[in-house]
């Protein structure tokens, strides 16, 4: 629900567990109580898709019947999969840029029984227009963060689970060539392609590449976009929305021939879907023209990346609870 600062305030003095995505200004002005939240003004309402700095996404997650929160970082962010509960779903989220998204987007995988305990969430963002900084709040606690991640961990009921869905229009085209990283990084100058060093931007530009295109690189047998946020020509700099790993081999993803249409087409083909939470990424917001557009069932934060057990890059990923 996309409601105002004194609902907002309301439900959470009710002690409802809620997660929350709204701007700085207004996650600062909230009391301590059952709540996570990250910083974005972009989101997708039912009404449609709107940029707003006095209104809050809200999901109330009442089928939980118990909940903690748990702050993590680089070091201690394999912990999630511990702290879960047996029957549960943590929402995660992580702000952007920060160490801890960074080495969680190269090492979930890793994490031990990752895929055997639902973890959903999000990388909180900002204005672009403005510069700012991402942050994250722990509503118990009452603090917030520009470094670290805050986990909200759902226990639910013996007749219920947590069921994920991925929306992704993109494939690597294994025709395109292959593209290599030296180092990690979210900024880069130089790259391989196809094992000669080559200077990103200056390769995007003289192929004339749609960077409306993410990188797609195969992450332990699951296909990951990382998306690309800018192009410098004058620094000679390619910043993207996660994290490009070295040691893995990237493939620009097929063209399509309508982003916004390719979009709307995919989410015609989910039908009965209940979601309690959603979540779609800034480059679907802007490349799929969402102003102003709904996309029915699915409502909440427009993001800096999306996590579904592992960080994704321009996906809408949602979650459902569903009886046994």
């Known amino acids: 629900m996309f409601v105002n600062l004194d609902?907002?305030?309301?439900?959470?003095?009710?002690?409802?567990?809620?997660?929350?995505?709204?701007?700085?200004?207004?996650?600062?002005?909230?009391?301590?109580?059952?709540?996570?939240?990250?910083?974005?003004?972009?989101?997708?309402?039912?009404?449609?898709?709107?940029?707003?700095?006095?209104?809050?996404?809200?999901?109330?997650?009442?089928c939980a019947v118990d909940f903690k929160t748990v702050v993590y970082d680089k070091n201690s962010i394999f912990n999630i999969t511990k702290d879960a509960y047996p029957n549960g779903l943590a929402f995660l989220i992580m702000p952007?840029?920060?160490?801890?998204?960074?080495?969680?987007?190269?090492?979930?995988?890793?994490?031990?029984?990752?895929?055997?305990?639902?973890?959903i969430g999000w990388i909180s963002g900002f204005d672009l227009s403005t510069?700012?900084?991402?942050?994250?709040?722990?509503?118990?606690?009452?603090?917030?963060?520009?470094?670290?991640?805050?986990?909200?961990?759902?226990?639910?009921?013996?007749?219920?689970?947590?069921?994920?869905?991925?929306?992704?229009?993109?494939?690597a085209n294994e025709n395109d060539i292959k593209i290599e990283f030296t180092e990690d990084a979210l900024s880069v100058k130089n790259c391989l392609v196809n094992g000669k060093e080559v200077v990103l931007s200056d390769y995007i530009s003289d192929n004339k590449i749609d960077t409306q295109l993410p990188l797609v690189a195969d992450y332990n047998s699951v296909p990951v976009n990382v998306s690309i946020k800018s192009v410098s020509e004058e620094n000679k700099t390619v910043e993207f929305y996660a994290p490009v790993f070295a040691g893995k081999e990237y493939r620009f993803a097929c063209p399509v021939s309508n982003y916004a249409a390719s979009f709307k087409e995919k989410l015609q083909g989910i039908k009965n879907v209940n979601p309690i939470f959603s979540c779609n990424c800034i480059l679907n917001y802007l490349y799929g023209e969402l102003d102003g557009k709904a996309t029915p069932p699915f409502a909440g934060p427009v993001t800096f990346g999306e996590v579904a057990y592992q960080l994704l890059n321009q996906t809408l990923v949602y979650a459902e609870i569903i009886s046994r």
């Not at 952007?96 to 973890?119: G, H």
């Open 7 to 62: 609902e907002t305030t309301k439900l959470i003095l009710e002690g409802k567990i809620l997660h929350i995505a709204a701007d700085e200004s207004l996650l600062k002005q909230l009391p301590k109580g059952n709540w996570v939240a990250g910083t974005t003004p972009y989101f997708i309402t039912e009404q449609g898709g709107i940029t707003s700095k006095d209104r809050l996404f809200v999901n109330e997650i009442s």
């Open 131 to 171: 510069g700012s900084f991402a942050r994250v709040y722990d509503g118990v606690n009452g603090l917030s963060y520009g470094d670290k991640a805050v986990a909200l961990h759902i226990c639910l009921p013996d007749d219920k689970i947590a069921s994920f869905g991925i929306v992704n229009i993109f494939n």
């Open 96 to 119: 952007y840029a920060s160490d801890v998204a960074a080495f969680y987007a190269k090492e979930a995988p890793n994490i031990s029984d990752l895929f055997m305990n639902p973890i």
